[in-house]
């Protein structure tokens, strides 16, 4: 009887652990010079991911746990402030649910989008950077362990690129704090794919998405831009989504000039300075001061190991053998059948 149950024991030890190695894990780290307020929306269908949205202070890392085979999309919401009533109001990305989380509410354009189904066909996650909708900063998605990536397996996707500094005068939106798509500017068909020009083989790419496109080759620059834009990933791995991936932040000398910090080249994606970020005119509360809500970084070298997402694979190898050791031992103890 003692046995059985033993071996009872070290069954529900094995179906934690597996479940424990294959939850996914989403790391938001800011590299930008100010403070973002990312934002997340589950798909219809998919279970919502907790929180909606949140705020993280520049050097800042959070990590947000997603429900199983989570299909959906996040964004950097920029230039966040509270009105006197309490209303949460942001300059891009602004989901208008006038709080700090989004709760069920997208991204107005223009806005960066990072768009996920996990767990999807074949048991592979399927990732994108998208900039159909516009851009308003840089986002960089990165799978953890990433070893022998090809060029849409495992690889990073995403847009390191200032596109603010290079958008055409008739797509600048919000003082050029954003840019905004053809699509989104001037609604005709052949710029938002609809009508006669609802497929790949109508659709082209434009002069607009080839700016786009030129500047930030791993990331969608219009509708039918799969090819060399959707990248897939074995399931289970965590991702670190990093807004603004190059820092370069400006720093004023003494005598008052300006002294740019030494770049940081990610591996096939442009790499112009990310923007100056608005800081908020008040504090929004209940963002990422409270426990368990971002670790202000201390160092870059913790910050670059956010990136590459190795911290987020030390956590879960740490708790991967938190559990193996108990049922080792218990496996130890079985009896002989």
Not at 197 to 225: E, G, I
């Amino acid at each position: 009887m003692m046995g059985i149950q033993r071996i009872c024991i070290v069954l529900g030890m094995l179906f934690i652990l597996v479940r424990e190695g294959g939850a996914v894990t989403f790391t938001f780290v800011n590299r930008c010079t100010g403070t973002v307020w990312p934002g997340i929306l589950s798909n219809a269908g998919s279970a919502r991911m907790d929180p909606t949205g949140f705020e993280l202070p520049p050097g800042a890392a959070r990590a947000v746990p997603a429900p199983t085979g989570w299909s959906g999309r996040l964004w950097a919401r920029t230039g966040c402030t509270q009105d006197g009533t309490g209303k949460v109001v942001c300059a891009t990305g602004d989901c208008g649910s006038g709080t700090l989380e989004c709760a069920g509410r997208g991204a107005a354009p223009p806005a960066t989008l990072a768009e996920f189904t996990l767990d999807g066909g074949g048991r592979n996650d399927f990732y994108d950077v998208s900039l159909v909708d516009g851009y308003n900063l840089p986002l960089l998605v990165e799978p953890s362990g990433a070893l022998g990536a090809t060029a849409t397996t495992c690889a990073a996707a995403g847009c390191a690129a200032d596109l603010n500094a290079r958008c055409p005068a008739e797509l600048r939106a919000v003082g050029g704090a954003a840019c905004r798509s053809a699509c989104d500017a001037f609604g005709k068909p052949e710029f938002c794919c609809s009508g006669a020009y609802a497929n790949p083989n109508t659709c082209r790419p434009t002069a607009y998405s080839q700016v786009f496109k030129s500047a930030c080759p791993r990331s969608y620059s219009y509708a039918y831009d799969d090819p060399t834009s959707t990248f897939t990933c074995a399931g289970g791995r965590d991702y670190t989504i990093t807004f603004c991936p190059v820092a370069t932040p400006s720093l004023k000398s003494a005598g008052g000039t300006t002294t740019p910090t030494p770049t940081t080249t990610v591996p096939g994606v442009t790499t112009d300075a990310p923007p100056d970020m608005q800081r908020p005119i008040g504090s929004q509360g209940g963002g990422g001061g409270g426990a368990g809500q971002g670790v202000m970084l201390g160092d870059n070298s913790w910050l670059a190991s956010l990136a590459m997402g190795d911290a987020s694979s030390s956590r879960r190898a740490s708790r991967l053998a938190l559990l193996a050791a108990p049922l080792a031992l218990l496996t130890l103890h079985l009896p002989r059948l």
